[in-house]
């Protein structure tokens, strides 16, 4: 059974970084992995994707031009740093990983997704 464990999460003030990384117990070179968000009392979300091959990558408005996502499929990890953050960014991060970009972005079913990292962002 593929696992995901997500770390890095925690607390940071308004304007503050952290960066997030997320370990594969699977090889990861076959799949698109990425991050998705859920705020309190509010849906989950994709954040960000990054390609099998590191070509392509993606982001949420909401977050383009403070999270990079990046990924080293040989520790068969992915990373999502977080610049500039907001009390809007706080909830629970989760990683995933699909076959394809879109079913990663869509947050399909046939992913697999970790247990989540809590991110608190103070104002």
């Known amino acids: 059974q593929a696992a995901l464990v997500e770390s890095g999460g925690g607390l940071v003030e308004a304007g503050g970084s952290l960066q997030l990384s997320c370990t594969a117990s699977?090889?990861?070179?076959?799949?698109?992995m990425g991050w998705f968000r859920r705020a309190p009392g509010k849906e989950r979300e994709f954040v960000a994707a990054?390609?099998?091959?590191?070509?392509?990558?993606y982001y949420a408005d909401s977050v383009k031009g403070r999270f990079t996502v990046s990924r080293h499929n040989p520790e068969k990890s992915v990373y999502l740093q977080m610049n500039d953050l907001n009390p809007e960014d706080t909830g629970i991060y989760y990683c995933?990983?699909?076959?394809?970009?879109?079913?990663?972005?869509?947050?399909?079913?046939?992913?697999?997704w970790g247990q989540g990292t809590q991110v608190v962002v103070s104002s």
């Open positions: 699977m090889r990861t070179n076959a799949y698109a």
């Open positions: 990054i390609s099998w091959n590191e070509i392509t990558t």
């Open positions: 995933a990983a699909d076959q394809t970009d879109n079913l990663l972005k869509a947050g399909a079913e046939s992913g697999f």
